[in-house]
């Protein structure tokens, strides 16, 4: 027998609100479990470190709304 295949990773929704300037990530409320994190360059020595806002509930979303940083900015959703 074939075994199921994994769930494919949620979506990162990423928006940009003004007044004030923000930016609002949000995944969909089903995928409980995952960790935001951020980095500020991407190559072979990549460091990820998770968000410190905590994500709050929206309707069917988990979402944070954190201030832009100066410079580029990753985002991503790792399941621990």
Do not use: C, M
Not at 13 to 26: M, N
Not at 36 to 61: F, H, K
């Amino acid at each position: 027998a074939l075994g199921t295949a994994p769930a494919p990773p949620p979506e990162l929704q990423v928006v940009w609100t003004t007044g004030p300037e923000r930016i609002r990530l949000a995944w969909p409320r089903a995928a409980s479990g995952f960790r935001l994190e951020a980095t500020d360059r991407l190559n072979a020595n990549t460091t990820w470190a998770e968000v410190s806002v905590v994500p709050i509930i929206e309707g069917e979303q988990h979402a944070v709304q954190i201030e832009p940083l100066l410079g580029q900015q990753f985002y991503r959703l790792r399941k621990p």
